[in-house]
């Protein structure tokens, strides 16, 4: 192998230009180009090489090019200059070609050189192809700017810094993708962690933490142990941070998915109980107060809306039945009276307003028809005894069955089974009832969903997206491993959606966004595509659904979203749409292979070829948040800041090298959930 040293200062021309085209560059390499490259004289590299780079001169600079493909085609035996070979038989000779894609244009600027993406003007045929310095390949790599966070270096390029920006990182959605083993785990958590560590370094207070906000739904369990110093970690079984999700918070597709509610019968009457949940059309407090302004609340929406028909000037037997309304209020109305104190007065209105209308229609034969004077001065006195108690406009508004009031489990399905035998559809929602009440009965997920979860949203919020200036920490662990199956994937879009619509509600109300990166390990299990024809979402499909929201309009509340995932040809193709940036490791699946493949450029595929043999640690950073496609060895990780993601230790087991001791009734008890905490054994121990 020939060796050509080349200095810093001066390019080396290895062949010409003999093809052009938009996505395309031919070369044709000159007799005299070496094998293999040494910058000044140091540690040889190979040239030519796949996916190293190239310069091809042009009149507005150099044209990059990466290394698609290499090759020997034999051709006849060039001729010589100043010889005529006349006589003598042409004979194949092996002449070296490649073909190289075109990135951008770098130019110098003063004493440095700038590389900027893009080609405007392509070369003519013939050009001079150059091998470039290592200079020019650290402005390469090391272009672009904003470059604050440091992940790797590229072995391509002399071992030049590769950096990103977080804005374009994180803000456009990153889609890291690989086998298992090939590192993808630890390029996660060395995401986060490099981001942290850049930006409390860039901060201008080192003494408070980065406000930076990363919630990790990890469904094994792998960064718990990575992250519990720098922020929160919730699982299950925790005293300290138990995971909490509780039903109210869900909204109606997600109940409707976790009790597979019948979409012609049962979801009608299962909305229905939801929004009489949220708009507190039920006894969950004893304060006589709120109760009146309650009911009053309900009866002028109702007076307005019989005003607005006309029911009590209308055609029999509306005015009747408005009159039956009246008499059934003031009941109603007299009973409250006799529970506020002696000296409340501010029913007193209402109560001789509805006298009157009563006693005017009273006798053998009364007329039950009234003007519309009489019925307005009705529903100003129902007006003025609302707002006397409390009540506000927006008290007037029914509220969503999707808003996040608080109630009970109990509460709920004793008010879904009372809905259904007033409308008659016992029958319909029989084994609904039977559903959800074993649900709530499983001892697996009364301490995540259940009754006894108390927890208020401002809390949940803070504990979970983090408090103001991010004083708790910059990482929230979502540990699932312990979630049962029945529900994970229901706790899992609560949780994404929460965040989603919380970071939606701040910047309704700030104008300005709360940057924040929600990150989805084993996405292809809960981001995995669903049929969109089917009656009934199932759970999967509803977690899968408000990943693709947030995927589409999270940029603009500064939610950013970070997949891993080891089969990309699982995966919601309009999640994976919406990343735009891909970090790769080793790909060796052929299904997975070609759907990444239609995920970028035609230009870029070759590129991609060397998926199947890419080591651990090493990727392919390309997309938006690089300005050109990078072979990157990613920073290396101590131990500790590793996720748990290890291969078993087979062999060092199996020879006693490792020692592994099992003790299986501890398990058994944990598992039956039949051991007593120590506190409560220390207890019982000195009775």
């Not at 005894?385 to 509460?411: C, H, M, N, W, Y």
Request: with cysteine; net charge negative; glycine share 6%.
């Amino acid at each position: 192998m020939s060796i050509s040293p080349v200095e810093h200062s001066a390019s080396l021309r290895i062949g010409a230009v003999e093809f052009v085209s938009p996505d395309e560059i031919k070369v044709a390499l000159d007799l005299e180009a070496p094998d293999g490259i040494a910058a000044n004289a140091g540690i040889p590299r190979a040239f030519p090489r796949i996916n190293s780079y190239v310069l091809v001169a042009t009149e507005s600079g150099h044209i990059v090019a990466q290394v698609e493909w290499i090759a020997v085609e034999r051709s006849p035996f060039p001729k010589r200059k100043g010889f005529q070979d006349y006589g003598l038989v042409d004979l194949p000779f092996p002449l070296r070609k490649m073909r190289v894609n075109p990135l951008g244009i770098l130019k110098k600027d003063g004493e440095t050189f700038v590389f900027k993406r893009g080609v405007h003007g392509f070369p003519s045929v013939g050009e001079p192809v150059l091998i470039p310095t290592d200079e020019q390949l650290r402005a390469i790599i090391e272009s672009g700017e904003r470059r604050r966070v440091k992940i790797g270096t590229s072995p391509m390029a002399a071992n030049a810094d590769v950096c990103v920006d977080p804005d374009r990182l994180f803000g456009r959605h990153l889609a890291v993708l690989g086998n298992t083993g090939s590192g993808k785990s630890c390029s996660v958590a060395g995401l986060i962690q490099w981001s942290i560590a850049a930006s409390k370094a860039a901060s201008d207070n080192s003494d408070k933490p980065p406000n930076a906000r990363f919630i990790v739904l990890d469904p094994n369990g792998e960064y718990s142990k990575v992250f519990q110093d720098a922020g929160r970690v919730f699982k299950v079984g925790d005293s300290t941070n138990p995971l909490q999700v509780p039903l109210w918070f869900w909204n109606s597709a997600e109940w409707c998915s976790f009790t597979q509610a019948s979409a012609r019968a049962q979801v009608p009457l299962l909305k229905r109980a939801l929004r009489s949940m949220r708009n507190e059309e039920f006894e969950l407090t004893e304060e006589v107060s709120i109760r009146v302004k309650r009911f009053l609340s309900s009866i002028l929406i109702s007076a307005k809306h019989e005003l607005s028909l006309g029911s009590p000037w209308g055609s029999f037997p509306r005015p009747k039945n408005f009159y039956e309304k009246i008499c059934k209020w003031l009941d109603s109305v007299e009973s409250l009276k006799g529970m506020l104190e002696a000296n409340d007065d501010k029913l007193d209105g209402l109560i001789s307003s509805l006298t009157t209308y009563k006693n005017n229609r009273a006798g053998q034969y009364p007329t039950y028809e009234s003007d519309i004077n009489e019925v307005s001065g009705i529903v100003e006195h129902i007006s003025t005894a609302f707002f006397s108690f409390g009540g506000t406009e927006q008290d007037l508004l029914p509220k969503s069955e999707d808003i996040p009031t608080r109630f009970t489990g109990e509460v709920f399905v004793n008010f879904l089974e009372a809905l259904a035998q007033e409308t008659g559809n016992e029958q319909y929602v029989e084994f609904l009832l039977a559903r959800i009440r074993t649900m709530l009965a499983d001892t697996r997920m009364k301490d995540i969903i259940g009754d006894d979860v108390d927890i208020s949203l401002e809390d949940w919020l803070g504990s979970y997206i983090g408090k103001d200036e991010a004083n708790d920490g910059c990482v929230t662990i979502i540990d699932l491993s312990l979630v049962p199956a029945d529900i994970v994937h229901v706790v899992t879009a609560v949780v994404a959606r929460m965040a989603f619509e919380a970071l939606q509600r701040y910047r309704k109300l700030n104008d300005k966004s709360l940057p924040t990166v929600l990150v989805m390990e084993e996405a292809h299990t809960f981001v995995k595509r669903y049929k969109e024809d089917t009656e009934n979402q199932s759970a999967s499909s509803v977690c899968c659904q408000m990943f693709e929201k947030i995927s589409r309009e999270g940029r603009k509340f500064g939610l950013g979203l970070v997949l891993s995932s080891q089969r990309p040809s699982e995966l919601s193709p309009t999640v994976l749409s919406q990343c735009n940036t891909f970090l790769l490791h080793r790909v060796s699946n052929d299904r997975d292979q070609e759907l990444i493949h239609r995920l970028v450029p035609d230009n870029l595929r070759g590129l991609l070829r060397e998926l199947p043999s890419l080591p651990s640690q090493q990727a392919i950073l390309l997309g938006w948040a690089s300005e050109l496609p990078i072979m990157v060895r990613m920073n290396d990780l101590a131990d500790h800041e590793r996720p748990q993601s290890d291969d078993p230790d087979f062999w060092d087991v199996w020879s006693r090298t490792k020692e592994r001791a099992i003790d299986w009734p501890k398990i058994a008890e944990d598992w039956q959930q039949t051991a007593q905490d120590d506190g409560q054994g220390a207890e019982n121990g000195q009775e």
